[in-house]
């Protein structure tokens, strides 16, 4: 009796469920909002129904998922373990089943709480949960998994204590860990719905007391958070979890970690919880942090990936940025030019004119020149005049035809030979604009 989600049976039992209801693939595919070809292929167990649809599934169907994702199926010479028999057929003796018996598998390495959830006895599953004495023995190899789903079978059907169950999975694991990827996405697509904003809260705030031993020998308490902000943030842009992110804004005080955000925004292609998140923060709490020692101007540049200026812009305009011209300078440099002409438009003040005319004069940026000229004193035009590349001649000509010169406070080693290109061009009558 193998314990692995079957697809095939999976559909099938989905199929069972039509039936009874009355409801036809057409009516699910509706509800799903999915096609009738996708819907087909999963009853079929040619493909699998992702978690959200399978989520659902359990919601029109009134049943649990952990129902829904174990059925499996029997071979002909599989016979019912007495631990099944008991939930089937004759719940009244398992009260009289010893603690030490009743968390232990059977002959088939499971645990008679997974008999429980699988055959959806809520009541039954309360019941042994209230007897407060442990149901699965914890040196077992699958002490964790069985927790996890007992944590989410109490989730989803409100039975139960929860906390209880993730404080017996962190003191085990040392952490709030799912082995299971399903059980994982299940858990936290839960965690998302409307009504748990009180148990999303939990999570964010709450520490739990583990026992550890230094070097291995000397035990000590260690407080561990439930679940720390950057494993928050993990799974919020995994699951796209927009309530849950909301929820960690507002129970941090200082959530700034702009650039672990940007590399999950990029690994997960959620630009849409970024703009959430930029939606939420205080630009004047932002320019009051130190960037200096920190990759932030990497993390903006990184955004331009999104395609899409309009999230560059907030986010600088946020304050997420160390050195605005090294900034500019990076993007005159790879030449975006759409982007260092909006922030010129819009945050002209942010940027040193000077260095950007430096930069511009430097990659041969003419057109970026043009723009700059009516922005700069006529001392940053005699610079920019300075600073031309010696056969740049082109552009020398058209500084000075809007005023520049050459002087002695911008007097550069090579000065002379931009005179005597300069020169020798106009003896040679090259108009050349």
């Known amino acids: 009796m193998p314990d692995i989600i079957d697809s095939k049976n999976v559909g099938e039992y989905i199929k069972k469920l039509l039936r009874e209801h009355s409801m036809t693939q057409d009516d699910l595919s509706r509800k799903l909002n999915i096609s009738k070809s996708a819907v087909s292929q999963n009853l079929n167990g040619k493909s699998t129904f992702d978690i959200q649809n399978l989520m659902h599934i359990v919601e029109i169907f009134d049943i649990s998922l952990d129902q829904l994702m174990h059925q499996k199926s029997k071979e002909p010479n599989d016979t ?130 583990v026992q550890n031993k230094l070097f ?70 932002v320019r009051k942090l130190d960037f200096s020692m920190r990759a932030v101007d990497d993390a903006l540049l990184k955004l331009r990936k999104f395609n899409d200026i309009e999230l560059f812009l907030e986010a600088f305009d946020k304050g997420f940025f160390d050195d605005p011209n090294a900034l500019m300078e990076t993007l005159i440099k790879e030449g975006d030019t759409k982007l260092y002409d909006h922030l010129l438009s819009t945050h002209k003040n942010a940027f040193n004119l000077k260095k950007t005319a430096n930069a511009a004069v430097y990659y041969k940026d003419h057109g970026l020149v043009r723009t700059l000229v009516p922005m700069v004193t006529q001392d940053t035009l005699n610079f920019m005049l300075a600073e031309t590349h010696e056969d740049d001649v082109k552009l020398m000509k058209y500084l000075i035809r809007q005023g520049a010169a050459f002087d002695i406070n911008h007097y550069r080693r090579g000065t002379y030979e931009k005179i005597n290109t300069l020169l020798s061009h106009l003896l040679k009558g090259d108009d050349a604009s």
């Open 80 to 209: 019912m373990s007495e631990y099944e028999r008991l939930v089937v057929h004759d719940q009244s003796k398992i009260s009289l089943i010893e603690t030490t018996q009743i968390k232990n598998p059977d002959l088939y390495g499971k645990f008679l709480i997974e008999y429980v959830m699988e055959h959806g006895e809520k009541d039954l599953f309360k019941s042994l949960a209230n007897r407060g004495t442990s149901l699965v023995d914890k040196n077992h190899s699958r002490y964790s998994e069985v927790v996890s789903r007992m944590l989410l079978y109490t989730i989803e059907n409100d039975v139960g204590n929860p906390k209880n169950l993730m404080h017996a999975l962190i003191e085990h694991e040392g952490a709030l860990t799912f082995k299971d990827s399903k059980i994982e996405e299940a858990f936290y697509t839960l965690v998302e719905k409307d009504a748990s904003e009180d148990f999303r809260k939990y999570l964010m705030r709450e520490s739990v007391s």
């Open 216 to 285: 291995g020998k000397i035990p000590y308490n260690q407080h561990v958070k439930i679940l720390p902000r950057k494993k928050a943030l993990e799974v919020i842009f995994k699951y796209n979890l927009k309530r849950t992110l909301k929820t960690l804004i507002e129970t941090t005080k200082r959530l700034y970690d702009f650039e672990y955000l940007v590399s999950l925004a990029l690994r997960y292609d959620k630009k849409n919880l970024l703009e959430l998140y930029l939606s939420q923060v205080d630009p004047g709490e």
